[in-house]
Structure formats: structure tokens, C-alpha cells
């Protein structure tokens, strides 16, 4: 029970030191969910999507949905196509609520009338099948609630045809720990700055000579490594994130440190927990994400900074992995309570490597020098003092729209004879998804 009592303390102490002096952001979500709705076109089809914040379902169907972890997703087709299109709903979630379910679930208690009239509300709110030649047909899809960002996937069908689009969006309310406007919409660095890489050779150079690892926010003193490249954005790589179960993290307000202080109490988990700042560029990370376990002291997490290069246009993001397997007391950190990492920062790595093999969109992977070598003999340390080794690469992941299958996923040459030739490199590091030896 003591050690109990010192882990819910210590997260009690991370949590409240986190928040600071952080003020409650204001709510800029709107309340014209078609303004904000995101669009895509592939061929004769035109697609809208939506999602709904909690006040804005209530409004629209007469009864709190988000409090039954109903959330309501727009969608609007437009078929310019010669043949009718389906909507397919268990692409956006297999575990949809119809409209009939989601309007019992609020018909305790209410007259045989009041039912019948929740009933057809939500009947007529609904996206009905099918979408004919020329026509453009909109409704609702009720999913399952998703806080931070939510992936759309909207799967057409016709007679001998199918097209998909996968499509992450910002659900409203929610504070994320990101600047969507200048991380996703707009460019962080002047376009005289940036650089787009079409030759591997080159791409690799300029890889390895990114920083070696995270800092503090003077950038006196060296933190992890900065262990990974991610190579996409918005239509390819976070969609693959997300699909496979990694979530933003929350700002550091008044409500993220409560959840963390009552998750800590309660046992429960935090998908969207906060995470500390560590500094690469002189700024603190543009997006972190994490895959939570069922605790809040355990997640696999990552940070990503935005890099001012390209590869064949899309954007590059230099990051940092690595695991938290639970809380300890240091004197190295402000709130004198840290996340332990797993000092075995290349199984992170190897890790979402692996995850992602099985997100659909990864199309490339590679190794590039990065730290160097420690071994866990000699292992180096972050800025907390936690120990980690590491055979001293980065991986390099590059995602793409298009599905690609495990057995499709390329290799980058860099590296790999070197790779092989270490004595001490882990054996699940040794071939990728998708990789031939």
C-alpha cells in the first residue's frame, strides 16, 4: 500500500507541476460544423466530412449523446459517376451505433410519443444509401466517441469499383497539445528555407546531420535521442498513427492535470495524458503522441518536431521514442517525480516500426546514424538521469497514401551491412516489415 500511495503522489506532483501557470484555453471550436468540414476528390467523387463536439450532437439530435460515447460524424458525397456509390459504415467504425440504436439508447423513461419522435429525428439525420449518378447525399454516421483527432475513413463501393479516403480530423473541445494552424496548415519555416530531397544519397546526408538528441530549453544539457524520421502529414502518416491507436496528447490545463490526478486514483487509463517539453530547434515539440497501456504510469510515446526539409514533397519530422514503464523520484526534474523510460530505447523504435508495418500506409523504411552507440554497459543518460543504450541509429519511416501491403514495403540501402555487422544490435531490429534479408 506505501508504494501505491508513493506512485499516486508522484503523479499527483508530475501532474500539478505540469500545470503551472497554464490558463484554460478559450473554446475557438465554432458551431457550423459544415464551415470547418474537410474535403477531398479522387475522380468523379467529392467528399465532406465532419465531426461533431458534444454541444453541437445535443443541439442537432435533442439529447446529450457524447454522454453515451455517441459521437456523430457529417458526411457529404457527391457523385459525378455513372453508377450508384455505397457508403460503407464499418469503415469508419466497425462497432457503428444505426440510428434506431442510437435513439434507444435515450428512450428510458420518455412517453411511447416522445420515442417516436426521438426516433424519427434520428432516422432523418442519418446518411442514407445509396448515392446515385449525379446526386450528392449527406447525413450522419454515429461512432464511437474519440477525443484529440478522429480518422475518418469513408469506403465507396459501386459495381466494380472502390475508392477510399482516409481522412484525420481535429474533433472540437478538444485541447491538444499542437498548433494546428502552424504545424498542419500553414509553413513553420520561410519558404526561402526549405529544401526538397529527390536523391536518397543526399536525402541521407541531411538525415544524419539533424541534432543528435533533445535538449532543455537553453540547450545546455543533451536529453534522448532523437531516434526517428517520420516522412508524411496529414493524408498519409497520421492517419497510419491513428489508425493504429496512437493518440495526441492534452494541453497542461486545469481539466488534463484532474484527469491525470483521478486516473492515478482510480486506476484507470489516459489515452491523451500530457507529456513534459524537451526542446530540439530551440522550440518545445510541434506534436507529441502516445499509445497508452492501462495504466497512466505505462505508454510506449513519441515527439515529433517539424523539420524545415522535404522528400519528394512531403513534409519531414524528426522525433524522439521511447517507453514509460512506470514513475520514480529524482532531483534532476522540477516536480522531483519523472517517468522511467525503458532503458532499451531501440525496442521503442523497433516497435512502431512494426506497428506501423500494419497500418496499410507504410511504404518505406530505412536507418540512418544518429547518437551513436552506447551499449548497456556504458549506457548514456536523458536529462532526468535515466539510463539508455542504443546501437546509435534513427529509423526512418516513410508513409504513403496508397495501401501498401507488408510484403510491398521497400528498403533504403543506408547502412545495412554495418547494421548487420553489429554484434550487439537486437535481433527484431534486424528486419523491418516487409524487408528481405
Known amino acids: 500500500m506505501k508504494c501505491i500511495g508513493r506512485h499516486i503522489l508522484a503523479v499527483v506532483i508530475i501532474a500539478c507541476s505540469i500545470a503551472g501557470c497554464a490558463a484554460t484555453p478559450a473554446d475557438v471550436s465554432g458551431s457550423d460544423y459544415r464551415s470547418r468540414a474537410v474535403t477531398r476528390v479522387d475522380g468523379a467523387l467529392r467528399v465532406s466530412a465532419a465531426v461533431l463536439s458534444a ?10 449523446l457524447a454522454r453515451k460515447k455517441i459521437q456523430p460524424v457529417w458526411v457529404e458525397v457527391q457523385n459525378n459517376d455513372d453508377r450508384n456509390y455505397f457508403l460503407l459504415s464499418p469503415g469508419m467504425d466497425p462497432n457503428f451505433f444505426p ?14 410519443a416522445d420515442a417516436a419522435r426521438l426516433d424519427a429525428r434520428f432516422g432523418a439525420l442519418a446518411f442514407r444509401n445509396p448515392i446515385p449518378p449525379g446526386q450528392t447525399v449527406s447525413g450522419f454516421v454515429l461512432t464511437n466517441l474519440n477525443e484529440g483527432v478522429k480518422l475518418v475513413q469513408l469506403d465507396l463501393v459501386a459495381n466494380s469499383r472502390a475508392t477510399t479516403f482516409s481522412i484525420l480530423i481535429p474533433v ?3 485541447r491538444a497539445d499542437y498548433k494546428t494552424t502552424e504545424v498542419f496548415l500553414r509553413e513553420v519555416y520561410p519558404r526561402e528555407r526549405i529544401v526538397d530531397y529527390t536523391d536518397d544519397d543526399a536525402f541521407r546526408v541531411a538525415l544524419e546531420a539533424l541534432p543528435c538528441c533533445s535538449t532543455n530549453e537553453d540547450s545546455s544539457k543533451k536529453g534522448d535521442p532523437l531516434n526517428l524520421v517520420i516522412v508524411g502529414g496529414l493524408d498519409d502518416a497520421f492517419p497510419a498513427l491513428v489508425r493504429r ?7 497542461k490545463w486545469s481539466g488534463a492535470i484532474m484527469k491525470m490526478i483521478t486516473s492515478a486514483l482510480s486506476g484507470e487509463r489516459y489515452v491523451n495524458a500530457p507529456v513534459s517539453d524537451l526542446y530540439v530547434f530551440g522550440r518545445a515539440q510541434d506534436l507529441a503522441l502516445q499509445k497508452a497501456r492501462d495504466t497512466i504510469h505505462q505508454r510506449n510515446h513519441l515527439r515529433l518536431w517539424l523539420t524545415p526539409m522535404r522528400y519528394h514533397g512531403k513534409p519531414i519530422w524528426i522525433g524522439q521514442i521511447s517507453r514509460d514503464i512506470g514513475v520514480r523520484l529524482t532531483i534532476h526534474s522540477p516536480t522531483l517525480v519523472t517517468h522511467k523510460i525503458d532503458p532499451d530505447v531501440d525496442e521503442a523504435r523497433a516497435a512502431l516500426a512494426e506497428d506501423m508495418g500494419y497500418s496499410q500506409n507504410l511504404a518505406k523504411v530505412g536507418f540512418v546514424r544518429g547518437v551513436g552507440a552506447a551499449s548497456p554497459d556504458a549506457p548514456r543518460e536523458n536529462l532526468t538521469t535515466d539510463p539508455y543504450y542504443t546501437n546509435g541509429y534513427r529509423i526512418v519511416l516513410v508513409f504513403d497514401r496508397a495501401p501498401t501491403l507488408l510484403s510491398e514495403i521497400s528498403l533504403f540501402p543506408w547502412n545495412m551491412e554495418e547494421l ?3 554484434q550487439d544490435l537486437p535481433t527484431h531490429t534486424e528486419t523491418k516489415p516487409g524487408a528481405k534479408p
Not at 450532437?57 to 446529450?64: C, N, R
Not at 491507436?245 to 494541453?251: I, L
Open 420 to 422: 548487420l555487422r553489429h
Open 99 to 112: 440510428a434506431s440504436e442510437g435513439a434507444e439508447a435515450f428512450a428510458d423513461g420518455a412517453s411511447q
Open 55 to 64: 454541444e453541437e450532437s445535443a443541439a442537432l439530435y435533442g439529447v446529450p
Open 172 to 174: 472540437p473541445g478538444f
Open 245 to 251: 491507436g496512437w493518440r495526441p496528447t492534452e494541453q
